[in-house]
């Protein structure tokens, strides 16, 4: 059976380029980046040399990045650093973040004692920015606002700059969580004044186990981790040279094809788009995700009309590989919290979503198999024709 993949949100396969440096690091450099010899400063000056390709993408200084294994800890990392060592007493967040954020600010509510303050969302996803300017303006307590770039269920996107700007004006420090949207964009952290961000190279066909987090220059951030004056002391730990070595390749390479990466992607989305609305009567899109301009080309949300908790099995069964949600959460019973948040009672009660995840790998004779397979599905339920009334939210 001829597998389609269609979970890129989760994490990509790896690219050959990808595979080829690290194997060649793994085979010839195999020294400690923290020993003095030749061997361990060869190791060295790899890490160093990606260090300084990651700033020039973010246009920061190399001094600004700190490698992890993973956007999780990266995040965890800024999180806890900001409570137990700057001073941070309140955390403005939304219902909508990745697991990692969430429980990590419950964990440091529970543990710290620290106040949670929940931006809702609108019926698309949306915050209300003049609320949060509201809530900064609210307490005299040192805050830190924690909100993702582009969701990972829906693709929505944030104004980061716009945040950011509030949270100058206002004292407050801004952490996000870009896991989705590094190296799928042109960044520039020296134009969005946020603070911390994160990312994951298995997001972008680099490997699992690499990531990084990007700490501001003087923010006075602490590691988590001790043991060792590794990354600036804010990481201890010997580095994993190879992933760090693939996490860089992988960043050169989705800049080298980002405009026809990116267009291609586009099209894709907009065929699967397309083709959903012409062969499943009464499919609806989640949030922006169906809309070019405000959500990530990568990510697709759709709301099937009718009930199948099975359906991500039933797909895998067909050969199609795909997530009803969130990675981290994709084996649960009930909605995802984006869903939660989105979806009406009726919709909850009668629809199914689905994340459809693409990479430039995706073919439109890999969305036509998806169609049909859906198609085949929604039959069984005696789908013909489905009107879902106009989505009513309240928060």
Do not use: W
Not at 148 to 165: C, P, Q, R, S, Y
């Amino acid at each position: 059976m001829n597998r389609i993949y269609l979970d890129n949100a989760a994490t990509t396969p790896l690219s050959e380029e990808v595979i080829d440096a690290m194997v060649s690091v793994m085979k010839t450099t195999y020294g400690n980046p923290s020993s003095t010899h030749t061997l361990g400063q060869e190791a060295k000056i790899l890490i160093e040399n990606v260090r300084r390709q990651v700033a020039d993408y973010l246009h920061i200084t190399p001094a600004e990045i700190i490698f992890t294994s993973c956007g999780t800890e990266s995040n965890n990392m800024i999180i806890k650093s900001c409570v137990n060592h700057l001073g941070v007493e309140r955390i403005i967040t939304s219902p909508m973040e990745h697991k990692c954020v969430a429980e990590t600010v419950l964990d440091m509510k529970k543990r710290r004692g620290i106040e949670v303050v929940y931006l809702r969302p609108d019926q698309k996803g949306d915050f209300d920015l003049a609320k949060l300017e509201e809530e900064l303006k609210s307490s005299g307590k040192k805050t830190l606002v924690t909100l993702m770039h582009a969701n990972n269920e829906t693709g929505n996107f944030l104004d980061i700059k716009k945040v950011a700007e509030l949270c100058h004006e206002n004292g407050a420090l801004f952490h996000s969580d870009t896991v989705q949207s590094m190296a799928h964009m042109a960044m520039n952290f020296d134009e969005i004044l946020l603070d911390f961000a994160s990312c994951s190279a298995h997001k972008f066909h680099g490997p699992k186990g690499s990531g990084f987090a990007f700490v501001r220059k003087a923010s006075g951030l602490k590691g988590i981790i001790t043991g060792g004056p590794q990354e600036r002391s804010l990481r201890a730990g010997t580095e994993n040279v190879s992933g760090i070595v693939g996490l860089g390749k992988a960043l050169e390479v989705a800049l080298k094809n980002m405009d026809r990466d990116i267009s291609h992607i586009k099209e894709i989305k907009k065929y699967a788009v397309e083709r959903l609305k012409s062969e499943i009567e009464g499919v609806k899109f989640n949030g922006h995700s169906a809309e070019e301009d405000r959500s990530l080309c990568t990510v697709l949300s759709v709301l099937l009309p009718f009930k199948d908790p099975m359906i991500g099995l039933k797909l895998d069964m067909k050969g199609i590989a795909i997530s009803q949600g969130s990675a981290c959460s994709s084996g649960a019973s009930k909605p995802s919290m984006v869903m939660m948040m989105l979806l009406t009672e009726e919709e909850m009660e009668k629809c199914t979503p689905l994340r459809v995840s693409f990479s430039h790998l995706t073919t439109k004779e890999e969305i036509d198999a998806l169609t049909d397979a859906l198609k085949e599905i929604a039959n069984t339920f005696g789908i013909e024709k489905t009107n879902i009334a106009d989505r009513q939210i309240t928060l």
